[in-house]
């Protein structure tokens, strides 16, 4: 199992439609996280910006994420939340972090 970290900032005004689309998460795409081997999934806020967390339990991370990215479904609810990010890294919507500390 491994950690991840990572980040992205809202656009002003993001915020209100991000939060009304994860209120209600499209029953595939949850199936599709849970078949890419994604565990213990959380996102935050704060002051605009958006802080995932999830582990990974497989063990080929590159190619679970390309038959997510490669899923439909997923590919349209992509397209439903990327219109409210501004992210660090321009056409990386969400940008890894590096782990400094961790306890079990």
Known sequence: ??????????????YENYKKLHADIWPDVLWMIEHCNIRNYSIYYR???LFSYFEYV????EKDMAVMAADETTQRWWKA??????????GEYWAPMEE???LD
Do not use: N
């Open 81 to 90: 939340c990327t219109p409210d990010f501004d992210p660090y890294v321009p």
């Open 1 to 14: 199992m491994k950690r991840y970290g990572m980040v992205t900032r809202l656009k002003p005004g993001g």
């Open 58 to 61: 497989g063990d080929d991370f």
């Open 47 to 49: 002051e605009g910006l």
């Open 100 to 102: 400094l500390f961790h």
